[in-house]
């Protein structure tokens, strides 16, 4: 995929958003004919209020959450706050651990991973639907005296993958499938993968799976154990730009609905968002309301394929949505 590719793709999820914002107000009669677009709606302005009023943004370790700390940490900068980062924190756990002792004022994290791993919702009853999701964790999130933005229009789940060969050698297409097959067969997944019930637990403690050999790997590196023959199968995600550009890899059906959907939220210490008052969600959920599932694949694309920096792949999707300038 080429840098080029990448930057028209993005240019049209930009004119499809604008073509439908104009359609639903009935058209404007003052259009310049450029046939570009107006952004300047989303436009950021700096408020000076906020001067002055510090953020830590966090994240967990991987790319998605690399690029989306940068895409809240560029527009709440934008805004006028002063921001720094901390885009490396690990798994769920030291991410919210890093929250609750000040050392972080934000980060995103994701309403399955929040219901099942923080609050010891069954996967099973996680709502698909990522209103009641969100509202469920926000209540949750509210005890612990943090507080929840409304979740990005994207959801991203864990996935069970392999090489379409050997799906096909395999003869399988849904995890349950794999019953009778894992024993001989090796999985990697994240360190973490060995703990969480939409990970190593779940397909060992609910689908009933015992695999060969589970290898803990860093999830950078979740496709290239696959292409080297490593590994037979791996945890990846739905988000994953390799998954829309290729058929090589193939997605496991979960047919036991055991690997919950998660859109986004934004949780933050409620001391800070009080402090940095309404431009602070505001900003939030300006900035992601247009990550699509598509556009996220694009940016992970931007990321994990072309080797773009987070920060760069960010500032091109905050310039072309029109955040910032």
């Not at 994953?240 to 609905?257: G, H, P, R």
């Not at 939220?265 to 602070?280: I, Q």
């Amino acid at each position: 995929m080429t840098q080029s590719r990448l930057r028209a793709g993005f240019a049209l999820f930009a004119a499809l958003v604008l073509a439908i914002g104009v359609a639903a107000c009935g058209g404007d009669d003052d259009d310049d004919g450029d046939g570009g677009g107006d952004t300047s709606a989303n436009l950021i302005e700096e408020n000076p209020d906020n001067n002055g009023v510090q953020v830590t943004v966090g994240s967990k370790n991987f790319t998605e959450q690399y690029i989306l700390g940068e895409i809240y940490a560029q527009g709440l900068e934008a805004a006028g706050y002063d921001v720094k980062t901390q885009l490396n924190l690990g798994s769920e756990v030291i991410a919210l651990r890093a929250l609750e002792d000040g050392e972080i004022d934000a980060y995103p994290e994701y309403t399955s991973t929040a219901l099942t791993s923080f609050f010891k919702t069954p996967p099973e009853d996680v709502p698909a639907n990522a209103q009641q999701a969100f509202e469920d964790s926000q209540s949750e999130f509210e005890a612990e005296g943090l507080t929840a933005y409304p979740p990005t229009p994207f959801s991203s789940a864990n996935a069970v993958g392999l090489l379409t060969s050997t799906a096909e050698d395999l003869g399988v297409s849904t995890i349950s499938d794999l019953e009778g097959e894992s024993q001989n067969l090796t999985l990697y997944g994240s360190p973490e993968c060995r703990q969480r019930v939409d990970c190593l637990v779940g397909l060992e403690d609910n689908y009933g799976l015992q695999f060969e050999k589970f290898v803990p790997v860093d999830i950078g590196l979740r496709y290239e154990v696959l292409d080297k023959g490593q590994a037979d199968l791996s945890i990846l995600f739905t988000t994953d730009a390799q998954l829309s550009e290729s058929d090589k890899y193939t997605i496991l059906e979960d047919d036991k609905e055991l690997l919950p959907a998660g859109n986004v939220l934004f949780v933050a210490r409620t001391e800070t968002a009080d402090e940095a008052g309404p431009d602070f969600g505001e900003t939030i959920e300006s900035v992601q309301s247009n990550l699509t599932l598509e556009v996220m694949q694009e940016l992970n694309a931007r990321v994990d394929i072309d080797k773009e920096d987070p920060a760069e792949a960010a500032e091109a999707y905050m310039k072309e949505f029109g955040y910032i300038e």
